[in-house]
């Protein structure tokens, strides 16, 4: 071997090193004894990785050992949960959001800008996130001493190539070959060097099983948007699931129904033509009513139908049935390709899930073997318009975990943290 080759393998094994400390710490605070007994490393190795850790302002070591201990207390080391923080956005038809996640993947910051983006240009849109980002990195804990912004993530709907951060086909937005990373990259560079785009219902799934959601801990995940289109998020054995361009998940455009209604896509059937956002309400009410009226919030709009459901209104409780047959079709598909443990449905399916639920589980059970579908739990999204943002930002703690040297030593501006391989995270 080189010793080039040998020198990088050796700053691989450290780097490697702090993330496995700080990860531990994480989960608990402890002192650098234990924390050599449980990571099975010799009291040099870990005091060396923690100080410098702690040089980097990533761990702090208390001033007092636990209390009620014979002898000299033994000093807990734990993390500075917020040396770095995760801002995360997303785009969606009727909104802007954002989210900041911190070391301990805690939410800590939600912000939310109603904006029908269709109608935008790219130029405006663009404007808008930027006006976003840094209106929330100018609200504290930004600021503080020692506080870092670890870099900005951004979800938006449809076809996004997550290594260029290109959004390549957004009907749902209006976009087509928009490189927003780039674009970003200019309009931020005095905030942050480190900008991931990535596809919303990726970092929705990754938002879920990350903690905060319904499926915290979760390895095997699909997580539905129930938006006007139907995105697919996949997690598989802890890490998302890309596929070969990084375009798996768009199970939207499964056809389940060939003799069915016409799609964006030009296709026939599609399953977001069946049960997506706009097909919903089409079926639901005619035009002119209050829930298909855009300039009300979609959120009011569906009070309303949750509402007319529990009065039993029969228009709305067979577009119930229609939407969860037709989901529950998909689904079937879904489960007999992925055999998850946990299936999330996130938008207008969150919203509806009481009344959506039954027609779902019905044909899941008519179409899915035994054994695949054994342990198969159909969730709510517990996280709603947040859960692309919260995934997004959970996206840039993945990568300051992975890689804690990103995180310069002592009070360094975050416009010098290091830009990490997208392909060491999540
Ligand atoms: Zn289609």
Redesign the pocket.
């Known amino acids: 071997m080189s010793d080039r080759a040998a020198a990088m393998d050796q700053l691989n094994m450290r780097r490697s090193n702090l993330s496995l400390v700080l990860r531990e710490l994480r989960k608990q605070p402890r002192s650098r004894a234990q924390l050599a007994l449980d990571i099975n490393m010799t009291k040099g190795a870990v005091s060396s990785l923690v100080a410098e850790l702690e040089d980097r302002l990533l761990l702090r070591i208390s001033s007092a050992g636990t209390p009620g201990t014979v002898g000299r207390p033994a000093r807990d080391v734990s993390v500075v949960n917020s040396r770095a923080l995760g801002l995360g956005i997303s785009l969606s038809v009727d909104y802007l959001v954002a989210a900041v996640v911190n070391l301990a993947g805690e939410t800590i910051a939600r912000h939310e800008v109603p904006v029908h983006t269709p109608g935008l240009s790219a130029q405006d849109l663009t404007s808008a996130v930027v006006e976003l980002a840094q209106k929330v990195a100018r609200k504290p804990p930004f600021g503080d001493p020692g506080v870092l912004l670890a870099g900005v993530a951004v979800g938006a709907p449809d076809l996004v190539d997550a290594r260029s951060g290109t959004v390549r086909r957004s009907p749902t937005i209006g976009l087509t070959d928009f490189p927003l990373r780039r674009v970003l990259l200019g309009e931020l560079q005095g905030l942050t060097r480190n900008i991931q785009v990535d596809n919303d219902a990726n970092l929705a799934a990754l938002a879920e099983c990350r903690g905060g959601g319904s499926a915290a801990g979760v390895s095997n995940l699909v997580y539905l948007t129930g938006s006007t289109g139907i995105g697919g998020g996949i997690i598989s054995e802890g890490r998302l699931f890309r596929g070969a361009a990084g375009y798996a998940g768009e199970v ?2 499964m056809v389940i129904d060939p003799r069915g209604s016409l ?5 026939i059937g ?1 399953w ?2 069946e049960c997506g956002l706009e097909a919903f309400l089409v079926a639901a009410a005619d035009e002119g009513d209050a829930v298909r009226d855009v300039r009300t919030p979609l959120d009011e709009r569906f009070d309303v139908v949750v509402s007319r459901a529990q009065q039993g209104d029969l228009r709305t409780l067979a577009a119930v049935q229609k939407a969860g047959t037709s989901l529950g079709l998909g689904l079937s598909t879904l489960i007999n390709v992925f055999n998850p443990d946990v299936i999330v449905l996130g938008g207008y399916f969150a919203k509806l899930f009481p009344f959506l639920i039954e027609p779902v589980r019905r044909t899941v059970h008519q179409r899915v073997m035994a054994e695949s579908l054994a342990g198969c739990r159909v969730l709510r999204s517990e996280l709603g318009l947040y859960a692309s943002a919260i995934g997004a930002a959970h996206f840039v703690i993945d990568q300051i975990i992975t890689n804690p040297t990103a995180v310069p030593f002592g009070e360094e501006s975050s416009a010098r943290i290091k830009v990490p391989d997208l392909e060491n995270a999540s």
């Not at 799609?263 to 296709?267: A, D, L, R, V």
């Open positions: 939207g455009h799609c964006t896509c030009g296709s599609c977001e033509a």
